[in-house]
């Protein structure tokens, strides 16, 4: 196939390299996958047979050019895969993720290869982590084993990536099977009219005219829980959301009887150990003793809090009653309804003049959207981002609503990375769910992700790296979510707040009264908040240190939760095992922690921010040369250290959560 009948063939024409989406067809995606391996494996075998002594240059950074066509493929499938999927999608997905999982491992496990990494020399000090990082990867890939435990590897890693996707396509399968379904409009009694309009809207668009469709997100919650008076209604929900991805359980088991497999092949005790020992807690030990410290005060606090609801409630909570009489404990204490905020929070004004204008305040970067450029969807919108002296920086995706092609929760991709290298520059994409409507009003949850998400972009917007292994957001994942906690700090400060916290239709600000009473209940439920993330924090662990094949998924979850201290009936796991996208389908095994661990430095930071005079020009260039910009170029918790002046203090985390 010819460069000009497949767009990813040739590097794309379009500014900063954004994928020419309207030429893309999947019949592309399979033979550009074909060849992008076969020309990656090509220049990986004339690195490694290059007769020539090893150098930096010849070997090292020889491998960070090669593999472009098997990037610009892989970029544009899998946030397609995730966001925007279909059958065929889905088909190619099943077929080529073993393959990649082969790709990988015929070049980490060359051995000639290896050979000629370990004998590069660098000459700087970027040389020499660069280095350190190729000689870190295939070391923890394998390639010290000998060949029978290289074969074996090899089939492991295969038939993980394989369960992964099923996993994934099982569960988006199963969340838009489950979706509740409402006849009678009385059952939505506590919504407002906007929000049952928006469920009247999205049961139309699935063929279900004069019926209410209530979609699931990815947590165990569901935002509707909060409001719905029907009780039965609300268990529905519940149940609906909680017994997902039951067909998942033979995956679960069997993947992590895989991964428990490959870390003893490798050298390690259990999955956990082997992931910990490149991430910046490196062991086990110190995310365990973390993770004590934080569950008793957790416990008491969420005990605490189930209390008061059975109060107001006269009857035992349910999982499905807490939001419910959290609203209403919520209201009688602080005179605030969650119902009231909606009105002033519209995406458009929340996207421009709350999540871009702090950018735009504290970084001096502007926004302009390009209606000439088109993203693989619809309803993407495009934006060129540009630094305070109008000098190009890259461009910003924004792809902010729910549909049953798109995968639950919140992310960001990357489609280009950033390299001095290659001289490219950032194309980055943030998905949200939050259900359309006319117009689209948000909750302040929904809020505060859009501003965590761009966060991330950020992080991949500001990357100035030389080499394409460290750009953005490739650090690790314990630190990964680091930067976009810290961006959350500005949904609620006072003078962002103002601008994009307007009614729709009048355009008047909040309510001081109302925002006032708003940021005292920060704190408020944070006892719920704090256990249902320990919970499922709790469950990864248990299943990548103590699983030893032979319960079945509900028993071995049941006594995970039990042995933890975290079984409170009421406050379930955030995720349950079967629905776990993150350490299932996602690259978070034994990696959920991270959440809380990288809350450590965000809570730190927020704090040195407000030293330092808060939302100031001065601040954001300091925070982004010190941390954003690096990607992984340094060493992270090296990095921190340098910005703060010191180790982090976990003191104003638990200041922020009440655990103290």
């Known amino acids: 196939m010819t460069s000009a009948a497949n767009p990813f063939l ?32 090509a220049e990986v075998e004339a690195i490694a047979a290059n007769p020539e002594p090893p150098t930096f240059e010849n070997t090292i ?3 960070e050019r090669s593999g472009g066509l098997l990037d610009r493929v892989s970029a544009v499938f899998f946030n397609q895969a995730s966001s925007d999927t279909t059958p065929g999608v889905q088909e190619i997905q099943q077929a080529v993720t073993p393959r990649l999982a082969q790709h990988a491992d015929a070049i980490h496990l ?10 590069v020399e660098a000459a700087d000090e970027e040389q020499r982590w660069l280095l350190k990082r190729y000689l870190t990867d295939f ?27 099923t996993f994934q396509q099982n569960l988006l399968a199963d969340t838009n099977e ?15 009219p906007d929000a049952v309009q928006a469920l009247a809207d999205q049961a139309g668009e699935r063929g279900l005219d004069g019926s209410y469709l209530i979609s699931l997100v990815l947590p165990t919650g569901q935002p509707a829980l909060a409001e719905l008076t029907d009780r039965s209604l609300r268990e529905r929900i519940y149940r609906a959301s909680s017994g997902r991805g039951a067909g998942n359980a033979g995956l679960i088991r069997e993947m992590a ?21 490149d991430q910046t807690a490196g062991t086990t030990r110190a995310v365990t003793e973390m ?44 005179d605030i309804d ?16 709350g999540v871009f204008n702090a950018a735009t305040r504290l970084y001096g970067v502007t926004f302009h959207e390009r209606p000439d450029l088109r993203g693989y969807h619809p309803e993407v919108r495009v934006f060129e981002v540009r630094d305070e002296d109008g000098s190009p920086l890259g461009l910003f995706l924004g792809d902010f609503h729910t549909r049953a092609s798109k995968r639950g929760g919140a992310w960001m991709n990357s489609l280009v990375k950033q390299s001095g290298l290659e001289g490219t520059r950032p194309v980055v994409v943030n998905n949200l769910n939050i259900v359309r409507g006319e117009p689209t009003l948000m909750t302040f949850d929904e809020v505060n992700t859009m501003f965590h998400e761009f966060g991330h972009a950020l992080h991949g917007l500001f990357s100035d790296v030389r080499f394409p292994r460290f750009s953005g957001t490739a650090v690790p994942r314990d630190f990964v979510e680091y930067p976009s906690q810290v961006n959350e700090m500005w949904a609620t400060h006072p003078e962002i707040l103002a601008e994009y916290a307007r009614h729709h239709e009048t355009g008047e600000p909040m309510p001081r009264d109302l925002v006032d009473r708003m940021l005292e209940t920060q704190k408020f439920g944070q006892g719920f908040a704090t256990l249902e993330y320990l919970a499922a924090t709790l469950l990864d662990w248990a299943w990548h240190t103590a699983y030893d094949g032979d319960e079945d998924v509900e028993e071995f979850e049941r006594r995970a939760l039990r042995d933890a201290g975290v079984d409170l009936p009421a406050v379930p796991p955030r995720y349950r095992s079967t629905y776990f996208a993150h350490i299932w389908a996602g690259g978070y095994s034994a990696g959920y922690y991270s959440y809380i661990w990288s809350e450590v430095l965000d809570a730190d930071t927020v704090e040195w921010f407000g030293e330092n005079g808060g939302l100031r020009r001065e601040n954001g260039d300091a925070f982004r040369a010190a941390l954003l910009s690096r990607g992984g170029s340094v060493d992270s918790m090296a990095a921190f250290r340098a910005f703060r002046g010191r180790d982090p203090e976990i003191a104003p985390l638990l200041d922020r959560r009440g655990l103290r």
Not at 144 to 155: G, I, K, S
Not at 178 to 192: T, Y
């Open 291 to 334: 993770l004590d410290r934080l569950v008793p005060p957790a416990v008491a606090n969420a005990r605490k809090e189930q209390a008061d609801l059975e109060e107001i409630a006269g009857h035992p909570i349910e999982p499905w009653d807490w939001a419910f009489y959290a609203e209403k404990v919520r209201k009688a204490r602080h």
């Open 61 to 63: 950074e020889a491998m």
């Open 110 to 119: 060359d051995r000639r290869l290896f050979e000629r990494v370990q004998a």
């Open 338 to 353: 969650s119902r009231r905020m909606r009105p002033y929070f519209e995406l458009n004004t929340v996207l421009e003049k």
């Open 10 to 41: 040739s590097p794309s024409d379009l500014p900063y390299g954004l994928p020419p989406f309207e030429e893309i067809r999947e019949e592309h995606y399979a033979p550009a996958f074909e060849q992008g391996m076969a020309e990656h494996l």
């Open 178 to 192: 489950r979706a509740v379904v409402v006849e009678d409009v009385a059952e939505l009694d506590g919504l407002s």
């Open 257 to 277: 009887a895989l991964r428990r497999e490959r870390a003893r092949l490798l050298g390690y005790e259990n999955h956990a150990e082997y992931v910990l020992a």
């Open 139 to 165: 070391t923890r890939a394998g390639a010290t084993l000998d060949e029978r435990d290289q074969d074996r590897l090899r089939e492991i890693n295969e038939r993980l990536s394989a369960l992964g996707t």
